[in-house]
Nanobody
């Protein structure tokens, strides 16, 4: 069993940066695929980025601005978000899976473990 806890959200002006962290307990993240999703009210949760045995993947809005990484202890996955835009405002969730296949990385239903989410608000 894996417990995930996100942190690092907050309020930032457009053009600013935030670093989100996903801390794992119960087991290390080394053998898991970990992804960040985000959700705004009334919309489906959308894939942002992932890291794991399928490499690193980014959804188009995140490319060139966000960086996903995993620390050497393999208990934390971070999402560095630069050049933030108001449209990045959302609740950000980290998720993990031990069995996901490459073609399903963007499918939230394929992730067994989820954190509680952290709010990111970008003001214009």
């Amino acid at each position: 069993q894996v417990q995930l806890v996100e942190s690092g959200g907050g309020l930032v002006q457009a053009g600013g940066s935030l670093r989100l962290s996903c801390q794992a307990s119960g087991r290390t993240l080394g053998s898991l695929t970990v992804a960040w999703f985000r959700q705004t009210p009334g919309k489906e949760r959308e894939f942002v980025a992932s890291i794991g045995r399928h490499g690193i993947r980014y959804e188009d809005p995140a490319k060139g601005r966000f960086t996903i990484s995993r620390d050497n202890t393999k208990t934390t996955v971070s999402l560095q978000m630069n050049s933030l835009k108001p449209e990045d405002t959302a609740v950000y969730y980290c998720a993990a899976s031990s069995t996901i296949i490459q073609s399903s990385l963007r499918n939230q239903n394929q992730y067994a473990y989820w954190g509680q989410g952290t709010q990111v608000t970008v003001s214009s």
